[in-house]
C-alpha cells in the first residue's frame, strides 16, 4: 500500500470512514430503546383469590401476539393477543421466573414476571357474644 495512487485513494477515502463510524452503527442512534414490562414484574398472589390483571406496557412497540414460558401457575393464564396475565391461582407456587414473549413490529421482545402464590390461612369469626333472652 505504499504507491503514490493508493496513499491517494486513502487520503480521498478516509473523511468518509469517519463519517461512516461516526454513525452510531448498530441500531444506536441516540432514540431510547422500546421497553416491554409489566405493570406488576413481581406479584404475589393468594391461592384461591383472583388476582388483579396484570397488564404489560409496551411503549412503542406494537404486540401482534403474546406467548409465556414455562407455564404459568395453575389457575393463571395469558391473552394471547393482549399479554394480559389474570385467574385465580389454585395452588401454592415458589417464587418463579416467567418469561412473556411479544412478537413485535421490531421482532420479538421479551419480560419477565416473577411470580409468587401463598397459602390463605382460613380465619374463624365466631362474631360477638350475644345474650339471650327469653320472651
Do not use: E, Q, W
Not at 89 to 118: F, K, M
Request: with cysteine.
Amino acid at each position: 500500500m505504499n504507491h503514490p495512487r493508493h496513499r491517494h485513494l486513502l487520503a480521498f477515502l478516509s473523511p468518509f470512514v469517519v463519517a461512516i463510524a461516526g454513525c452510531g452503527g448498530g441500531g444506536g442512534g441516540g432514540g431510547s430503546a422500546p421497553t416491554f414490562a409489566y405493570t406488576t414484574p413481581a406479584p404475589t398472589y393468594s391461592a384461591c383469590t383472583a388476582i388483579a390483571a396484570n397488564t404489560p406496557t409496551l411503549g412503542t412497540l406494537v404486540a401482534t401476539t403474546f406467548s409465556v414460558s414455562p407455564a404459568l401457575p395453575s389457575g393463571l393464564s395469558l391473552d394471547t393477543n393482549t399479554g394480559v396475565i389474570s385467574g385465580t391461582p389454585d395452588a401454592t407456587v415458589a417464587a418463579s421466573a416467567y418469561t412473556v414473549t411479544a412478537a413485535t413490529n421490531l421482532g420479538n421482545a421479551s419480560a419477565t414476571v416473577t411470580i409468587t402464590v401463598t397459602t390463605v390461612t382460613p380465619s374463624f369469626d365466631y362474631g360477638v357474644a350475644g345474650t339471650v333472652t327469653a320472651a
